[in-house]
């Protein structure tokens, strides 16, 4: 009994602690802390702000275009040089320097998300197969 009255000593002003911390994953933005006292028109100012940064790599679009225009990759690891197995969907479409014929995004029965990227090349088509956002393989003309 003793031991949970201590737990419970502890717990309490560490969750009260951390109630105000929080992280945003869909890009950087400012979220008002507290709001200031109000001016003659009643609009209140915020008396602080604090950032947020976005923490998910950029992904394509079914539109074939990047959901951001800022992305950890640089940041985290030099940019590839070639296409090869691990790259992300943007990463790809920068490597081959044009918009893809088409993008299929949809959800594996594990949760993952899945994205096959489609190039219509002179020499036929080529598709791209992501697993979260990381090329796991590449099916070109000719091959089975």
Same mark, same amino acid.
């Given at each position: 009994? +003793? #031991? =949970?009255? @201590?737990s419970a000593i502890v717990l309490i002003p560490c969750a009260l602690l951390l109630g105000g911390c929080s992280v945003d994953i869909g890009g950087f933005s400012f979220a008002s802390d507290k709001a200031g006292p109000a001016d003659s028109t009643g609009s209140t100012t915020p008396r602080s702000a604090s950032? @947020?940064? /976005? &923490? /998910?790599?950029?992904r394509l679009t079914s539109d074939g275009e990047c959901d951001a225009d800022v992305s950890l !990759? #640089? =940041?985290t690891r030099p940019a590839p040089a070639a296409i090869a197995e691990g790259i992300t969907e943007c990463e790809l479409v920068k490597l081959k320097g044009a +918009?893809? &014929? !088409?993008v299929l995004v949809g959800e594996s029965g594990k949760g993952q998300r899945e &994205? /096959?990227?489609?190039?219509s090349e002179p020499g036929g088509r080529e598709i791209y197969m992501f697993t979260d956002n990381r090329l796991t393989r590449i099916v070109k003309p000719g091959q089975g």
């Open positions: 009994m +003793k #031991s =949970a009255v @201590r950032p @947020r940064v /976005q &923490t /998910q790599e950029a !990759d #640089s =940041a +918009k893809p &014929t !088409d &994205t /096959q990227v489609l190039y």
